[in-house]
């Protein structure tokens, strides 16, 4: 069962350093692992950055690449969770036409099943917004791409933990 892989969601909190993420990311290369999704973020403490990479590997992997993580010096602490131990989400963003938001009750109700929130419409486009599930983005960007979708982003994925991480004391302590 150690050999079975599965995603995992690894939160790095760092110091914010140039050079850093080329030094992680050389971390999966060597191991020829590819990073689903990654994100950047501030943190809960001040001066400290939050990363979250998206991998699918072994446990015994993780845990060598968390160790690894963990030696570069401007790593406060790394961490590994699996899709059970968080809650995550995905956002994205799509530009269409605007005359199909006036001109097509599919559009509208396809808007309206996904709990998509149009952001911005103009003369030429609208823009509609998405957080959810990988499998919900996924989902409504099949069901818009055949009105012609003029420009599609999505994020990588964000999560928090379930359980409380005991990390607030050491940052707090790091902050100090």
Same mark, same amino acid.
Request: hydrophobic content about 40%.
């Given at each position: 069962m150690e050999n079975k892989k599965q995603l995992y969601t690894?939160?790095?909190?760092?110091? *914010? *350093?140039?050079?850093?993420?080329n030094? &992680?990311?050389?971390? /999966?290369?060597?191991r020829k692992i590819n990073i689903e999704s990654i994100n950047s973020s501030v943190s809960? &403490?001040?001066g400290v950055s939050r990363w979250s990479i998206i991998v699918e590997v072994s446990k015994e992997q993780i845990r060598k690449i968390?160790?690894?993580?963990?030696?570069?010096?401007?790593?406060?602490?790394? /961490?590994?969770?699996t899709d059970e131990e968080t809650i995550y989400q995905e956002?994205?963003?799509?530009?269409?036409?605007?005359d199909l938001l006036f001109e097509d009750l599919q559009i509208q109700n396809i808007i309206k099943k996904s709990h998509a929130r149009i952001v911005m419409v103009n003369?030429?486009?609208f823009v509609l917004e998405k957080s959810g599930r990988k499998s919900?983005?996924?989902?409504l960007?099949?069901?818009?791409?055949?009105?012609?979708?003029?420009?599609?982003?999505?994020?990588g994925r964000i999560a928090v933990t379930k359980d409380q991480l005991k990390i607030s004391t050491l940052l707090e302590a790091f902050n100090a």
């Amino acid at each position: 069962m150690e050999n079975k892989k599965q995603l995992y969601t690894v939160s790095i909190y760092t110091e *914010n *350093n140039v050079g850093l993420l080329n030094r &992680i990311s050389a971390i /999966f290369q060597r191991r020829k692992i590819n990073i689903e999704s990654i994100n950047s973020s501030v943190s809960e &403490i001040d001066g400290v950055s939050r990363w979250s990479i998206i991998v699918e590997v072994s446990k015994e992997q993780i845990r060598k690449i968390i160790g690894q993580i963990e030696k570069q010096v401007e790593v406060i602490r790394a /961490f590994y969770h699996t899709d059970e131990e968080t809650i995550y989400q995905e956002s994205c963003l799509f530009k269409i036409k605007s005359d199909l938001l006036f001109e097509d009750l599919q559009i509208q109700n396809i808007i309206k099943k996904s709990h998509a929130r149009i952001v911005m419409v103009n003369q030429e486009f609208f823009v509609l917004e998405k957080s959810g599930r990988k499998s919900e983005v996924e989902l409504l960007y099949h069901e818009l791409k055949p009105f012609g979708i003029m420009q599609f982003v999505r994020s990588g994925r964000i999560a928090v933990t379930k359980d409380q991480l005991k990390i607030s004391t050491l940052l707090e302590a790091f902050n100090a």
